[in-house]
């Protein structure tokens, strides 16, 4: 059941969700409201357009309040702050020494989470060390497995730059896969959905500039992640990533121990106007 009710004491029968339904299955009864259906529940795309756009919060799906939402209305941010954000943002690989506010940490990911997937699908998965101590007993386990690897002559070829990051993990301290960052995120999807890395892309994406927002630095971590998934694939089970989900990718984050003045200056956008 999708629980869609009306409150008509306060519905216009304006039919802007009836418009705006995607799967186009709200219409309207032979009592003037809005209404689903039985049959075509099956149909809902769960995406509460219905909800989002009533002008005067009198639908409900889902068993979802209206009242529980945000309004839009002088909520979003000023269009110059916003391109600074986007502009200014930068990889971070010098962290503080310390974990991040858990309430901090777990308003990233809720944020994060409202992020589009195919079909709305909704499947996407992060997989958080919350400490800085457990990514060091991520650290270790991976140095482990790299070194066992060195020792066995199983590395590939390609690969070889990491045997150069477990010798300046071993002799110098400097920790080049995880930048000894105090937090690392995965994000994952059933390989059964729509689109599982596309989902995980641009959760990870919303995920930085909200955390980055926050005063959190960020860095997309592609030698954490073929570390993690190609070259180790028993680290997965480690952090307990499903066999049938496709990591997306990895983003290590934290306090930053770096402070950037200005944005940088790139050349024109590469735009092409087809037709």
């Known amino acids: 059941m999708l629980d869609f009710?009306?409150?008509?004491?306060?519905?216009?029968?304006?039919?802007?969700?009836?418009?705006?339904?995607?799967?186009?299955?709200?219409?309207?009864?032979?009592?003037?409201?809005?209404?689903?259906?039985?049959?075509?529940?099956?149909?809902?795309?769960?995406?509460?357009?219905?909800?989002?756009?009533?002008?005067?919060?009198?639908?409900?799906?889902?068993?979802?309040?209206?009242?529980?939402s945000t309004i839009l209305a002088g909520g979003y941010p000023d269009p110059d702050k916003l391109e600074t954000l986007i502009k200014g943002r930068r990889s971070v690989r010098r962290y503080k020494d310390e974990n991040l506010d858990p309430a901090l940490l777990q308003k990233l990911l809720e944020v994060a989470w409202h992020a589009p997937t195919g079909v709305n699908s909704r499947q996407v998965r992060f997989t958080v060390l919350d400490s800085k101590d457990k990514v060091a007993q991520l650290r270790d386990a991976v140095m482990t497995g790299l070194g066992r690897m060195v020792k066995e002559n199983t590395m590939p070829k390609e690969m070889g730059s990491y045997a150069n990051f477990l010798r300046i993990w071993e002799n110098h301290n400097i920790d080049i896969l995880f930048r000894s960052a105090p937090h690392l995120l995965i994000a994952?999807?059933?390989?059964?959905?729509?689109?599982?890395?596309?989902?995980?892309?641009?959760?990870?994406?919303?995920?930085?500039?909200?955390?980055?927002?926050?005063?959190?630095?960020?860095?997309?971590n592609g030698l954490a992640k073929k570390a993690i998934n190609d070259l180790l694939p028993e680290t997965r089970h480690?952090?307990?990533?499903?066999?049938?989900?496709?990591?997306?990718y990895v983003m290590v984050f934290g306090y930053p121990d770096v402070h950037f003045t200005r944005t940088v200056q790139h050349r024109p956008a590469l735009i092409h106007r087809a037709l």
């Open 188 to 220: 994952s999807a059933p390989l059964s959905v729509a689109t599982p890395d596309p989902d995980c892309l641009i959760a990870l994406t919303y995920f930085e500039l909200f955390a980055q927002a926050n005063g959190v630095g960020t860095l997309w």
């Open 5 to 68: 009710e009306i409150n008509k004491q306060n519905c216009t029968r304006c039919g802007l969700c009836v418009a705006d339904c995607p799967a186009r299955i709200i219409s309207i009864s032979e009592d003037g409201y809005p209404a689903i259906a039985i049959e075509k529940e099956v149909v809902c795309y769960k995406c509460q357009h219905c909800l989002a756009i009533c002008p005067t919060g009198s639908v409900s799906i889902l068993g979802l309040d209206p009242a529980s």
């Open 238 to 248: 480690l952090l307990d990533i499903p066999d049938d989900h496709l990591v997306g």
